[in-house]
């Protein structure tokens, strides 16, 4: 099996190389980016043979489409739904199955700060999506979109949550990626940068559409904010979790929830200093006159602030996971909670961003690959892995010492 790693020179496409070279029914893992200096870093800390470097600027479609067809997979870890969606829809027109990190596509692209992202001549982004699908249908394209950690395997819990029952009413994942406790004490806003950072505050403004009394509504990203306390895998932490843009797909694959929200979880403070920013216009695209120079708010943030919240010599990353599925079974309620704490792996330098993102990627190409999920045109994770292939998924992430507790009461 060959498979194609789309950002191969950033850190969540090197965490799928680490893992899909480790495999022994792949030959080749091809790191595609632009710079060939950044693609031989990370060739030299893989230490494999397998490992080949494709340079390659992905806005030149049709060069990316032969590309694409000398491999089986390919694994789009690229951060910005301009490069994204550019991938994925070359990979479609090629005929090459695609999973992907970024959740944009099922099945409508939202309209807010859409980030460069490039529409065919004639076509409005309601259409978009349907086309795509249908192109990939034609083309006999397998397309997951959304598998990494949310989404990934946050909307694989979720779903299995819901299939256990009779009757789901209720489903909430509350998932983020975190600095450890000691690292948070170090950073401002008690957060490090584990995922591109301007892709979260893009997050942090958008209007985000949930499911409130068996109805689709748009609320604001960053509302309902709920404290809970994390006490599973013998921890005992208090975090908070808010609405976020992460898990799209369930409002068109799952339509029947009365009640559907996908949050962000943080240490305590974090969204009350962001909720601060935001009021104060820091947050804005709009530019403001300074001394006669217009300067975008959050452009002077993000240029102020990044180089604060990068990861300092020893700080570590936690993903956190607590969902919850709340319906019937049997006649009698019932609730599912799927809880997960990662940690970082520092031996091989591996975030946990990393693994639990770059780790469930590759196990997903790793699927569609060896023929365990064959549903063509744009599929969501949640509907991927039932029954023996959530089994197995489970099993596979537990292989990489990923482990996820579900609790029935």
């Given amino acids: 099996m060959k498979i194609i790693v789309f950002g191969g020179s950033g850190k969540m496409g090197a965490a799928v190389a680490w893992d899909l070279v480790k495999q022994d029914d792949v030959t080749e893992v091809a790191l595609v980016g632009r710079r060939k200096k950044s693609l031989q870093r990370v060739k030299d800390w893989l230490g494999s043979d397998k490992v080949t470097m494709v340079s390659l600027d992905i806005a030149n479609s049709e060069e990316t489409k032969k590309v694409m067809q000398r491999y089986d997979v390919g694994v789009n870890t690229l951060p910005d739904r301009r490069t994204s969606y550019l991938t994925a829809q070359a990979a479609v027109e090629a005929g090459l199955d695609i999973v992907d990190m970024l959740e944009e596509f099922h099945r409508r692209p939202d309209e807010y700060e859409t980030e460069g992202l490039v529409l065919?001549?004639?076509?409005?982004?309601?259409?978009?999506?349907?086309?795509?699908?249908?192109?990939?249908?034609?083309?006999?394209?397998?397309?997951?979109?959304?598998i990494g950690f949310a989404p990934g395997i946050s909307n694989i819990t979720v779903g299995e949550g819901i299939r256990k029952l009779d009757r789901a009413n209720i489903a909430i994942a509350r998932v983020g990626g975190i600095p450890s406790k000691e690292a948070s004490q170090r950073h401002p806003l008690r957060y490090m940068i584990t995922w591109a950072f301007r892709h979260v505050l893009r997050e942090y403004m958008l209007k985000v559409e949930v499911i409130k009394g068996g109805k689709v509504v748009e609320v604001d990203a960053m509302s309902d904010l709920e404290p809970f306390r994390f006490t599973k895998f013998g921890k005992d932490e208090p975090l908070e979790a808010a609405v976020t843009p992460g898990m799209p797909s369930f409002i068109f694959t799952r339509p029947d929830l009365k009640e559907f929200a996908e949050k962000t979880v943080r240490w305590p403070g974090h969204w009350q200093g962001i909720a601060t920013l935001k009021e104060c216009g820091l947050l804005d695209l709009e530019p403001v006159e300074v001394d006669g120079v217009p300067v975008v708010p959050r452009e002077l943030l993000f240029q102020t602030i990044e180089p604060r919240?990068?990861?300092?010599?020893?700080?570590?990353?936690?993903?956190?996971?607590?969902?919850?599925?709340?319906?019937?079974?049997?006649?009698?309620?019932?609730?599912?909670?799927?809880?997960?704490?990662?940690?970082?792996?520092?031996?091989?330098?591996?975030?946990?961003?990393?693994?639990?993102?770059?780790?469930?990627?590759?196990?997903?190409?790793?699927?569609?690959?060896?023929?365990?999920?064959?549903?063509?045109?744009?599929?969501?994770?949640?509907?991927?892995?039932?029954?023996?292939?959530?089994?197995?998924?489970?099993?596979?992430?537990?292989?990489?010492?990923i482990h996820v507790l579900e609790e029935i009461s």
């Fill in 120 to 146: 065919p001549k004639g076509m409005g982004l309601d259409e978009y999506g349907d086309w795509l699908h249908e192109t990939a249908l034609k083309n006999d394209v397998t397309f997951m979109s959304g």
């Fill in 309 to 401: 919240l990068r990861p300092l010599e020893g700080d570590t990353d936690v993903c956190v996971m607590w969902n919850t599925v709340v319906g019937e079974k049997d006649g009698r309620k019932q609730q599912i909670d799927y809880y997960m704490w990662d940690e970082a792996d520092t031996k091989n330098d591996i975030s946990s961003m990393g693994r639990v993102t770059g780790f469930s990627a590759a196990i997903g190409a790793l699927f569609v690959g060896r023929g365990l999920i064959t549903e063509k045109g744009i599929v969501a994770p949640e509907d991927c892995f039932d029954g023996e292939r959530y089994d197995r998924f489970i099993e596979e992430v537990e292989k990489r010492d």
